[in-house]
């Protein structure tokens, strides 16, 4: 697969395919810890995502695929289940604009983006996109077809290593198109609503989803410490929207409106 990871498809005994990514790969097992924080936290806020998981390897496995040579030690690694079989169907890591338009989860763009800004995501975003069968017919009785964008690869947060760092534009998916919708504060309170009412309990749940053979080989401190930090955070999502609404780098282009909280009350009259 693409990527630093070095990350590899697999069949497992279970019969799917995973992006198979392993403890000790170049990023760091920090890297698997986050990924499986993330995606156990997008799950919790409803944000599409691939089901993420263990993947066990009891010996040493290797081969060569079309001319690719493939190795998994024994060991536990992290999955990333592929929502479809990638043998028969097409699955694309990005889309032409007029395209991605039409993606049918487009608004979990703008809530993977203000998670991205809490959890410190320093990367720039990545999601994988395939089309999915419906139970509608067109007018030519054809079976209609979704377009679904699932979020991936968020090894990168909370500042990667755990020492968090703020970046003006951090979370921003590269086309801002996704974002077309976003154009008030109606618009993203939703979604800090949603991280302020469940986020501690998804932080609860993402730690207890992590594997212990992984947490050996980390800093357990820095990791408890980082989600403590994580949690405090939580507090100051309203303040890292802000700071990127002001910014020169703003992706909303249809942004309209003034921050009500930031208004004074004669301004408030003003705009009623
Ligand atoms: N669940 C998934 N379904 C389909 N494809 C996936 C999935 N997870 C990952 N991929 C594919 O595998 C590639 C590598 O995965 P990922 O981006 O997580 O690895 P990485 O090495 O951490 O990447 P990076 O260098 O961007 O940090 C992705 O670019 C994507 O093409
Ligand atoms: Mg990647």
Redo the contacts with the bound molecule.
């Keep these: 697969?693409?990527?630093?990871?070095?990350?590899q498809l697999v069949q497992a005994g279970d019969g799917n395919y995973y992006?198979v990514?392993s403890p000790g790969n170049p990023?760091g097992t920090e890297?698997l810890i986050n990924?499986m924080i993330a995606m156990t936290i997008f799950k919790s806020l409803s944000i599409g995502c691939?089901r993420v998981t263990t993947v066990e390897v009891d010996a040493p496995m290797s081969g060569v695929y079309e001319s690719v040579p493939l190795y998994l030690a024994a060991g536990v690694h992290f999955g990333?289940?592929?929502?479809v079989d990638p043998i028969e169907q097409s699955?694309y890591?990005f889309l032409p604009a007029p395209v991605l338009a039409r993606v049918w989860n487009l608004d979990s763009f703008t809530g993977a983006l203000i998670a991205d800004r809490w959890m410190a995501n320093i990367?720039t975003p990545?999601a994988?996109f395939h089309f999915t069968q419906t139970s509608g017919r067109d007018s030519a009785g054809i079976p209609t077809r979704i377009l679904v964008a699932?979020h991936?690869?968020r090894?990168e947060i909370l500042g990667k290593k755990w020492r968090f760092k703020e970046a003006p534009t951090a979370g921003v998916y590269i086309d801002h198109g996704v974002y077309v919708r976003v154009r008030s504060w109606a618009d993203i309170a939703p979604w800090i609503g949603q991280i302020e009412k469940i986020g501690p309990a998804a932080i609860s749940k993402a730690i207890k989803a992590i594997p212990e053979a992984w947490l050996r080989e980390v800093s357990r401190n820095a990791l408890d410490a980082a989600l403590e930090q994580l949690e405090r955070r939580i507090h100051i999502i309203p303040d890292l929207m802000r700071s990127l609404i002001a910014s020169p780098n703003s992706p909303f282009r249809r942004w309209r409106e003034t921050d009500p909280t930031a208004m004074t009350p004669s301004q408030l009259d003003d705009s009623t």
């Design positions: 697969m693409r990527g630093r990871s070095r990350a992006v990514k990023q890297s990924d691939p990333s289940a592929v929502a699955i890591d990367d990545q994988v699932l991936i690869d090894g």
